[in-house]
């Protein structure tokens, strides 16, 4: 078989994580049936040209997405002290690739994590982020938890900490956390960049260089 399809097939499972995507989010990803995203995962071997191809395009369309919606967040809009709960949940909300678990930890180093009230609701927090990623459905419902949760917020605390500065380290956090991803996403690929051109060579020849 193919070389360089039989790794991107040993990796399948590494580079759904990676976008941390279900196995059905990673199929309807990648125009596939989850069944077929099972397969692979359990035997390398199943991986086809075809669907290497959607996947490689998929992970680069996710990616962009991703880099978009961090970037059109503007820390002027966070300002705001009662905006602290909005920004993280927009982050995590909006960057699908940006890890719950990273956010709320970097967040929970801050010093003023403790006035906000996430030192003791970081595990609440992580629900309502992934209910917001990963549940259409329960969006009103994440939307409710999130608000109760602004209740916590020491706001008259908060205000002499929390400045447009806090929001923007937040942001930032959010993108290294993606940069990580998309390096990890690349190494899945064997690749030091998304090249198209590259990429599809190796498909045909089955190598690596």
Known sequence: MNRYLLELGSNISNIRNCLSFTQEEFAQALGISRP???????????????????????????????????????????????????????????????????????????????????GTAMSTVGNVLNKLKKNKKSEEESNEELKQLQKKIDIESLKGLWNEQTAEKIINMAKENLIKKEKECLACFDLERWSNKEYVERIIEGSVE
């Open 36 to 118: 077929t995203v099972i397969k692979i995962e359990q035997d390398p071997t199943k991986m086809t040209k075809n669907i290497a191809l959607a996947m490689f395009v998929a992970v680069q369309a996710e990616i962009e997405t991703n880099k978009q919606a961090l970037d059109s967040m503007k820390t002027s809009d966070y300002a705001n002290p009662e905006k602290a709960i909005k920004l993280i949940s927009g982050v995590a909300s909006g960057a699908t690739m940006v890890s719950s678990g990273a956010l709320t930890v970097g967040i929970a180093s801050l010093p003023l994590a403790g006035l906000i009230g996430l």
